[in-house]
């Protein structure tokens, strides 16, 4: 499950997506603390991405994308593990470049897709421990301005679906995600069955 897959190699570059297992690969992404892992999946002729990092990541991962893919090249879908800033920042960004939907589990979606300017008062209703005690106290002492240039524009909105039970993966036929919720109410993790990964 990618999210809690620690990998023991030296830290790819944006234009050098590393290979961790058939057609799956990444890369690390963001700055700081607000680093995290970004993925690639192919699947036929067709790939898509998994989280998206912190917003502003969007060339970074676009340059690593066209390195594995070619140029212009647009995934066929957007897959988020969870809402986090660090792994939903440049979701935005992306699905307007590339013109395509992001999915995530239906418990993500209140939070996805509110206003930046109530962010804090909203996750309170949603929050985990890990939100209450780490993440909205570094929110809270962020600047405004940065804190609401890492957090989902607005107008997300109408870009946004949840995974259905009966459909699978979006893009990925030969994939299941799983709820694992704990670390989010609506947290998910990826599985391909054919080879365990």
Not at 121 to 128: D, G, R
Not at 157 to 184: C, E, M, S
């Amino acid at each position: 499950m990618f999210t809690s897959y620690r990998l023991r190699r030296a830290r790819p570059s944006a234009s050098q997506p590393q290979e961790i297992a058939p057609n799956v690969y990444y890369i690390e992404v963001g700055t700081g603390i607000m680093r995290s892992n970004v993925y690639f999946v192919r699947s036929g002729s067709s790939w898509v991405l998994i989280d998206t990092g912190t917003a502003k990541c969007d060339h970074e991962i676009q340059q690593a994308a066209e390195s594995l893919f070619g140029v212009n090249t647009r995934p066929s879908a957007i897959l988020l593990t969870h809402n986090h800033p660090d792994h939903a920042g440049s979701a935005p960004a992306l699905t307007r470049r590339w013109n395509c939907l992001v999915y995530m589990h239906p418990e993500e979606l209140p939070l996805i897709t509110m206003d930046a300017s109530n962010y804090l008062t909203t996750v309170k209703k949603y929050a985990n421990p890990l939100d209450t005690w780490v993440l909205l106290p570094l929110l809270r002492i962020m600047p405004k301005r940065a804190r609401e240039s890492m957090l989902p524009e607005s107008s997300f909105k109408q870009l946004v679906r949840t995974f259905d039970p009966g459909t699978g993966v979006p893009g990925l036929p030969d994939w299941k995600w799983i709820h694992t919720p704990g670390h989010t109410a609506g947290h998910v993790s990826f599985f391909r069955p054919g080879d365990r990964v």
